[in-house]
């Protein structure tokens, strides 16, 4: 599904990130963890084509990511509050994100009904403009967005942040639903260790742009990361 | 402490991501400054000696006087449209050892050495200078006539901060002040009521017993404080909340389906125009600037004139120039959104030039009213109108590839005021000066007709070559996608 290679991106001189080789399968649920300024954000834009890399090509499903439009169709994502669309109401940002993939408003209905428990009733419904919700609901809408037109790639960066810790649950068993049918492939970046071991299959670990793990995950996967990270210089 | 401000403020513009483009603007400026302030030096040289050849009888002064009220509103609505109101990224130093009040201070006593405000002492002080050598009042009653003059150009500064400030929250608050300024207008046209005779009278006061200058400086603290206040009110990170948090009006664009595949885009663009001040704004300038035909078309001295271009592409084009420079700026809090989505980037501009179209198609049928000055200005507008739909909307789509300063959509009025500098005319004078330029030659070999029918014809081909121009410009915009998604990171300070 992804195909990384030759990867590098510096900043001013200094190199934040470089990944010789990385490829992710169809359907397996990757969490990626590191230090701030490890490069999980950087990878994420250059994933998107919104930054270019200074060396090396990234490809999805087998589409070089850069200048090209195809993987758009197949991938949905959501990095910060900078991809909402502060003057629309929840709704309207559901359905206009629907219309970019070709899914009508009833469609886009059903689909939020299926995530009611999720908004917990705050937002869906209140007729507020999502600038003047509060930053973990503005999250949510943000993270439900992804799930919108059937993606087959989707990309969080650190959902589980600012959210309190009943939707953080909550989170946690939709991403596990999707990973179970093993058609979606899903990426997600997080500081909390115990929730990325519990919904992936697979954890990267960058430090200072580069991948200095690559582990699939089994019971004493988050044993092993407490330990390194409590070892590592932050 | 202010040391430390000003470094801030000076790392700010050297770091930012349009230092390029700022220098360049900048140096343009410079420039012209210089050009205009001799031009304002020459004016208060030569004044005392022409104001001497047509009223020989007076002392040049008292005439001088006579006619300060209309300088000072001049300067009320130059500075309203030109002077941004002093800002400063306050968020970070709410929660340092720095004083608010000291802030807020440094801020407004930075205004006081506008530019602007050396107009008036360059015209000034050669004025004086003359006046004393030729005159029996002393120079301490010339120079606190100065300090008077000057002061009250202070006040009229620190005012058009408060209406500034005024407007952005309530914009209807601007036709409640265009009635009370006609309705003053009347008053002294009727001989009703005179303000202007009132201010001379107060400015010869002045001459004869120069403590009265201590009225405007009093005057001029008076507004300060109220600045002060106003600013200091606004320091808060939740100012912005305490404005009402407008309530969601649901809007029917069902209307736009018939657009097809552009209808998402263009009620986006609806939306964003409507629910959000900075944009709602150019709409009413837009309506508001077509009353600017009024100031040319009834003078006999500009009919064949050239500056009837000028009008007629403004005045057909307010909301093209107003909304299509900052393209794609209004979206630039979610341009990486747009960016990641399905979406060609040609349909996201055919949106925007939609937009356009409609809203000069709309102004021009407005304008038509001003038929009754004349057909050739009727004709004169159709094809400026034509023009604009043909050629001047690609030439602003393109500039604005460049744009890499970040709109923050949600930033009402005081702290982050991104208001109209002189900057942002700027993209006006290819827009406007080409096609004057283009008139005024043809005019020149030929006739006006001629020479109307030249912009039209131009404006035609532009709409027929629509295609293949459009798909340079979207090349143009997705080579910059890059640059123009870093740019709109940049939070403004």
Known sequence: MININQIVKAYHGQVVLNIPALHIPRGESVGLVGNNGAGKTTLFSLLLDLIVPDSGEIKIDGQVVFSNDSWKKITTSFLDESFLISYLTAEEYFYFIGKLRGVNESEVDRLLEMYKDFFNDEVLGKKKYLRDLSKGNQKKVGIISTLIGDPQLIILDEPFANLDPSTQFRLKSIIKELASTREKTIVVSSHDLSHTVDISDRILVLQKGVLIQDIQTSAETLVELEAFFNQLDA | MIKELLTLEWKAFFRSASLGKNIAVKVFLGIMAIYFLSIFLLVGIGLYSSLQNYFPD??????????????????????????????????????????????????????????????????????????????????????????????????????????????????????????????????????????????????????????????????????????????????????????????????????????????????????????????????????????????????????????????????????????????????????????????????????????????????????????????????????????????????????????????????????????????????????????????????????????????????????????PIMAAVTDQYLYKKHKTIAGFKEVQS
Not at chain 2, 219 to 226: E, G, K, T
Not at chain 2, 232 to 252: G, I, M, N, R
Request: glycine share 4%.
């Open chain 2, 58 to 467: 007076t002392e040049p002064i008292y005439i001088v006087n006579k006619f300060l009220l209309y300088w000072l509103l001049v300067e009320l609505v130059f500075r309203f449209i030109v002077q941004n109101i002093p800002i400063i990224n306050v968020k970070p130093l709410l929660v340092q050892q720095i004083s608010r009040s000291k802030i807020v201070h440094y801020v407004l006593v930075k205004s006081c050495f506008s530019f602007y405000n050396s107009i008036i002492l360059f015209m000034g002080i050669p004025f004086i200078w003359i006046s004393i050598s030729k005159n029996s009042l002393t120079p301490f009653q010339f120079f606190s006539w100065l300090i008077a003059l000057f002061f009250s150009v202070l006040f009229i500064q620190f005012l058009s901060f408060i209406v500034q400030r005024w407007f952005a929250s309530n914009l209807k608050a601007m036709i409640i002040f265009l009635f009370v300024i006609a309705g003053i207008y009347l008053l002294e046209y009727l001989d009703v009521f005179s303000l202007a005779t009132l201010t001379g009278r107060f400015f010869d006061s002045v001459l004869l017993y120069p403590w009265l200058a201590l009225v405007p400086i009093f005057l001029s603290f008076m507004v300060y404080s109220v600045n002060h206040k106003q600013i200091l009110a606004y320091f808060y990170v939740d100012a912005y909340l305490k404005e009402k948090q407008t309530d969601y009006k649901a809007s029917d664009l069902t209307w736009t389906n018939r657009f097809g595949a552009l209808a998402p885009f263009l009620q986006l663009d609806l939306k964003l125009i409507w629910r959000n001040k900075r944009s709602k704004s150019t709409i009413y300038l837009g309506l508001l600037f077509l009353l600017y035909g009024l100031i040319f078309y009834p003078n006999e001295t500009y009919q064949q004139s050239t500056i009837l271009v000028f009008v007629g592409i403004f005045i057909t084009g307010i909301f093209m120039i107003n909304f299509g420079q900052f393209i794609p700026a209004w979206d630039s809090t979610y341009y990486s959104m747009l960016m990641v989505q399905n979406i060609p980037m040609r349909l996201y501009l055919e949106a925007k030039v939609l937009l356009m179209v409609m809203s000069i198609c709309i102004l021009t049928i407005l304008s038509s009213a001003y038929v009754y000055f004349g057909w050739n200005i009727f004709l004169i507008n159709i094809s400026c109108a034509l023009y604009n739909l043909g050629v001047n909307i690609p030439i602003i789509l393109f500039f604005g590839s460049y744009n890499k300063k970040r709109i923050d959509l949600n930033a009402s009025s005081m702290m982050n005021y991104q208001g109209m500098g002189i900057a942002q005319w700027i993209v006006g004078i290819p827009i406007l000066l080409i096609p004057m330029i283009i008139w005024g030659v043809t005019k020149m070999f030929t006739d006006e007709m001629v020479a109307s029918s030249v912009l039209g014809i131009l404006g035609i081909v532009g709409l027929v070559l629509r295609k």
